[in-house]
């Protein structure tokens, strides 16, 4: 009798909520980082979304960030498991677009994390 008093009380006072799933938001985790949206990626993360997903291009994230200068989306991301040295359907890694644009310190802050270009991974892998 005592442990039905108790759930009941519990429900009553709101001691007994059910969390439900975090819905990722409408638009995509790649559009938030164009527009800089570092409170919808941070959605995005809470849902569940894949850090490391390709989009047709095989751009992941990463690349987005990195290729816009996004410091702040950039360490978000790489906290939460983005891959460093994903490469796209050219090869090209975020270290690559990174380093076209004109604020070098996102290169350096990747580079930091241990990014690699294309061309360094290629000769890693005994490749030209």
Request: proline share 4%; hydrophobic share 40%.
């Amino acid at each position: 009798m005592k442990h039905l008093l108790l759930i009941a009380t519990m429900l009553l006072t709101g001691c007994m909520t059910t969390h439900s799933p975090t819905k990722a938001p409408d638009i995509s985790i790649n559009q938030a980082i164009l527009d800089g949206d570092i409170k919808v990626i941070k959605q995005h993360l809470a849902a569940g979304t894949d850090v490391n997903s390709k989009d047709a291009g095989g751009w992941t994230p990463l690349h987005w960030a990195a290729g816009e200068g996004y410091k702040k989306a950039i360490k978000l991301l790489l906290s939460n498991g983005a891959n460093i040295n994903a490469t796209e359907v050219t090869g090209r890694t975020p270290l690559d677009y990174a380093m076209t644009t004109p604020e070098t310190r996102i290169a350096a802050l990747l580079r930091k994390y241990g990014a690699k270009t294309a061309k360094e991974l290629r000769a890693e892998k005994g490749g030209k």
